[in-house]
Structure formats: structure tokens, C-alpha cells
């Protein structure tokens, strides 16, 4: 199985300041179409998982701009360039290379 | 609006069956391949099972295979996870979740979940 790390786990935040998280897995993601398999979900306390970037770099409908993903193969960011109050929860990247599709563990960020 | 609805959580013996639904609404069904993810409370995510839109293939975390059954009605809107053999570790929320039907196995939406206890 297709191993996935975030780092840090917990990240305490400022609004208004840029926020970065790191996601590693130990298999290469690029497929040989070109598009790295690579999904960003953010749940919000109590509430379901939602996507925020999906094939590494590309923003969902709806996700607004100050969030975006970036990198290829086995390193990935997501970035947050100003956090607002609304952001705080975990933010978990999967891998949908291979099945079983896994989850990285999960950073929770917080104010 | 997408919506899809999970139901059939609750608590269960050790060695008992349940059987989980996920009502979908919004969009052609149909068409769509989807997911089974679950999250014991307090931990993180996990992928358990994907079923492509006519059923006629599925896929299974190592940690279900031969005890939960992915299956659909495409006529009834619905996407179904039956369970057996369950074990006190198959506690958790469990998510269905639609499949973006991009280049990669993207969930694009998710039901709000169905909690199920394994306890005796």
C-alpha cells in the first residue's frame, strides 16, 4: 500500500498570515497521463470531509483562491496564502493512484 | 444540489451484519462511480471500497474483503454497503461519497455520515 505523511499534525495559525502544509507518499503519484493523483480534503469540526484540491494542483468548484496545491511525484504543499477563521479543522491528502486509496494522517489547524 | 444521505447506522453485536444505504439526490446517479470511506471518531480517514457506476466492478480495502459487499441500484438512486463478520474495530462513521468522475478517483462530494457501533 502506497504510504502518505503530512507535516506538520498540528499547525497553530494567524489570520490574515499564509499557512503551508507538507504531504509525502512513498510511491510516486504521477500517472502516465501526466496528472499527479493527488486530492487535498479539509473537514471542518463536526462536519463531513469537503475537496479542496484535486489532481495536485487543481482547485474544486467553490474553493476559494487563497488555497492551492502544488508539486509532483512524491512531495506535495498545500498552501494557504491568508488564513481566515473559517479554515480551522484537518486537512488530510489521498492518494488515488492505486487502490487501496489512502490518507495521510491528517493536519489539524487551528487558531 | 447534490445531496446524498447516509442510513442503517446503529449499534451491532461482534460476529453481526448490518447494512448501510446512501440515498443520492441532484445528480444523474447513474453516471457517477462511488465511494465507502469511514472514520472512527477522532481519527482519520479511510478508503474502504469504490464501485464503478453500473456495478459491474468493485474494490475493497484488505481490511473488509470478503465481509462488506459494495452494491447499487441505479434505479432507486442508492449505493449500499452490507457488512458482515463485523468486529469491534469496523466501529466508526461511515461516509459514502461520489466520485468526480475525473481522471482520478477524486471525492467530490460527501454524505454527512452514518455512525456504527460494534459492541457486544
Known amino acids: 500500500d502506497i504510504v502518505m505523511t503530512q507535516s506538520p499534525l498540528s499547525l497553530p495559525v494567524t489570520p490574515g498570515e499564509p499557512a503551508s502544509i507538507s504531504c509525502r507518499s512513498s510511491q510516486n503519484l504521477l500517472h502516465t497521463n501526466g496528472y499527479n493523483y493527488l486530492d487535498w480534503y479539509l473537514q471542518k469540526p463536526g462536519q463531513s470531509p469537503q475537496l479542496l484540491i484535486y489532481l495536485g494542483s487543481h482547485r474544486a468548484s467553490g474553493v476559494p483562491d487563497r488555497f492551492s496545491g502544488s508539486g509532483s511525484g512524491t512531495d506535495f504543499t498545500l498552501e494557504i496564502s491568508r488564513v481566515e477563521a473559517e479554515d480551522v479543522g484537518v486537512y488530510y491528502c489521498m492518494q488515488g493512484l492505486q487502490t487501496p486509496f489512502t490518507f495521510g494522517p491528517g493536519t489539524k489547524v487551528d487558531i | ?120
Open chain 2, 1 to 120: 444540489e447534490v445531496q446524498l444521505v447516509e442510513s442503517g447506522g446503529g449499534l451491532v453485536q461482534p460476529g453481526g451484519s448490518l447494512r448501510l444505504s446512501c440515498a443520492a439526490s441532484g445528480f444523474t446517479f447513474s453516471t457517477y462511480w462511488m465511494h465507502w470511506v469511514r472514520q472512527v471518531p477522532g481519527k482519520g480517514l479511510v478508503w474502504i471500497s469504490r464501485i464503478k457506476k453500473d456495478g459491474s466492478d468493485t474494490w475493497y480495502a484488505d481490511s473488509v474483503k470478503g465481509r462488506f459487499t459494495i452494491s447499487r441500484d441505479n434505479a432507486k438512486n442508492t449505493l449500499y454497503l452490507q457488512m458482515n463478520s463485523l468486529r469491534a474495530e469496523d466501529t466508526a462513521v461511515y461516509y459514502c461519497g461520489r466520485d468526480a468522475a475525473g481522471a482520478g478517483p477524486t471525492i467530490d462530494f460527501w454524505g454527512q455520515g452514518t455512525l456504527v457501533t460494534v459492541s457486544s
